[in-house]
Each structure stands twice: as structure tokens, then as C-alpha cells.
């Protein structure tokens, strides 16, 4: 009976931690996604160089076509991208939501309208796993 209980405990051990580790293992790779989607953000200019009054102007073709900050807002990437802004294969079950947001330079929390004229955006990346979100961030980019 004591042998017995031990093995069940040991069993119930075993399968607690492998649960921790799909969890940790889930959540490191949605952190490197949104870090992908931060890297792209952080190399495009502030404001479109053939539209530098608009926040609304898209470039065609995706991303790899992006020109400007802008391009990113609103957009969902599934399979997500890559640094290089290239999808990633067998990720298929993995989306990158990208939205961009003008706020207040003077009161970072405080979301305005979209406009170049503001030098301050936030970006926010949330990373969905087969349609869960697993992990959500934001950071603040700032016109030159």
C-alpha cells in the first residue's frame, strides 16, 4: 500500500511538471513572437515617406512591402512573422495582432486620435496560440 501511494505521487509529480513545461515552453515562444514584431516596428521609419501626413496610407503587398510604422496597424499575422518579415512555417496556429495608437507625449497613457503630428506612438502586439491569448505587450515608439 505505501509503495503504491508512493508511485501515484510520483506519477502525479511527473505529469505536473511536464504541464509547467508545455506552459513555459507556450508562453517563451509567444514572448519571442511579439520581441519578432518589436524588432520589425522598431526598423521602419515613423512616418511614410510618400505619405508623410497619414497614418492611415497602406502600402500594397504586405509586409515585406512596409514602409512606415503605420503599415503594422490593425493587422493580424498568422502564420506569424519573422524578424525578416517572413512568415514562419508550421506555425500555423500561432497570430500576431499589431495595433498602433497615438497618444499623449505629455501623458503616456492617454490614447489620441491618429496623427503623425503627435511624436509618440504605442505599439501593442498580442500572440494568440490556436486562438488564445497567451501573451500581450506594449512598448512606445517616438517620432525623431
Known amino acids: 500500500m505505501i509503495i503504491g501511494t508512493g508511485v501515484i505521487a510520483t506519477m502525479q509529480l511527473m505529469a505536473a511538471g511536464t504541464m509547467a513545461n508545455s506552459t513555459a515552453s507556450e508562453l517563451t515562444t509567444a514572448v519571442n513572437l511579439a520581441s ?4 520589425i516596428a522598431m526598423g521602419l521609419p515613423f512616418t511614410s515617406s510618400t505619405n508623410p501626413s497619414s497614418t492611415t496610407f ?14 503594422m496597424n490593425g493587422d493580424s499575422y498568422s502564420p506569424p512573422l519573422d524578424v525578416t518579415r517572413h512568415t514562419i512555417t508550421g506555425y500555423g496556429n500561432w497570430t500576431q495582432q ?47
Open 58 to 71: 497602406k502600402d500594397s503587398g504586405g509586409p515585406l512591402n512596409y514602409t512606415y510604422l503605420w503599415d
Open 98 to 144: 499589431v495595433t498602433v495608437q497615438s497618444v499623449d507625449p505629455t501623458n503616456l497613457t492617454a490614447v489620441r486620435p491618429n496623427s503623425v503630428s503627435l511624436p509618440t506612438a504605442r505599439v501593442s502586439v498580442t500572440v494568440l496560440h490556436n486562438a488564445k491569448i497567451v501573451y500581450q505587450t506594449s512598448y512606445l515608439i517616438v517620432s525623431p
Open 36 to 39: 519578432s514584431i518589436h524588432e
